[in-house]
């Protein structure tokens, strides 16, 4: 089977209005730009989207949202996104706002066909009104239900024609998650290489989650808020 797609565009070219889409990346690190802007570019509208934050005005998600393609989110931070504030306050945006830890474990769920888990996250606070209570040894948890996307959009280091695939240090943060819990899981690489290339011992996630592989074009690596030492003055 040829997971390998000819072009960025290829890749999304089957999104429809009103899917869940879940996308890898912390913050700006590890996000799959070039896939988000072919979204951008192809107009796909009233997206749930469930990523840990909606990167910043002029680049990640906050393409999307700008171009008012978001109809949710679902993510633990809001950042340094202006258009994020505005739409929410002005009833444009829903947000489903999940501690970090358990929007992690949301997605690790799903990916893993478990539909739901207790966690003491979240008890006696907003997160927890109307959902299902439990005490375990004397303390409450609350039901959370794990999370399968339409899709997920992931960005990976390096990926074979099978699908393997090896993330590169702060990326192995939502993405490996994300690959596992889309039903069609699209991954955009710096590399691709031949089956029998990657060391077995080295694949972060195996190609059994992955359904396309796109190769990037270019990527910018932006910094959300570059904070920089004071020179030291000699004596």
Not at 50 to 73: F, Y
Request: hydrophobic share 40%; aromatic share 6%.
């Amino acid at each position: 089977m040829n997971k390998i797609c000819s072009s960025i565009e290829e890749a999304v070219a089957d999104f429809r209005d009103g899917v869940t889409l879940i996308v890898g990346g912390f913050g700006l690190c590890g996000i799959p730009e070039n896939l988000i802007a072919a979204l951008k570019a192809q107009g796909t509208k009233d997206l749930c989207v469930v990523s840990n934050n909606c990167g910043v005005d002029d680049c990640g998600l906050g393409l999307l949202l700008a171009n008012k393609q978001i109809k949710k989110m679902i993510s633990s931070y809001v950042g340094e996104n202006k258009t994020f504030e505005q739409q929410f306050l002005s009833g444009e945006l829903e947000v489903e706002l999940v501690p970090q830890g358990t929007l992690a474990e949301r997605i690790r769920a799903g990916g893993a066909g478990i539909p739901g888990f207790y966690t003491a996250s979240g008890v006696g606070t907003l997160v927890a009104e109307g959902k299902e209570h439990k005490t375990f040894e004397g303390r409450t948890y609350l039901l959370e239900k794990g999370i399968v996307g339409d899709f997920a959009l992931v960005k990976a280091w390096k990926a074979d024609p099978l699908g393997n695939l090896v993330f590169r240090k702060t990326s192995r943060n939502f993405n490996p998650l994300a690959a596992a819990a889309g039903k069609v899981t699209i991954v955009e690489v710096e590399e691709i290489v031949q089956v029998g290339e990657l060391s077995p011992d080295d694949i972060h996630t195996p190609g059994i989650y992955v359904q396309r592989i796109v190769k990037g074009a270019s990527y910018e690596k932006r910094i959300e808020r570059l904070t920089v030492r004071s020179k030291e003055v000699s004596a």
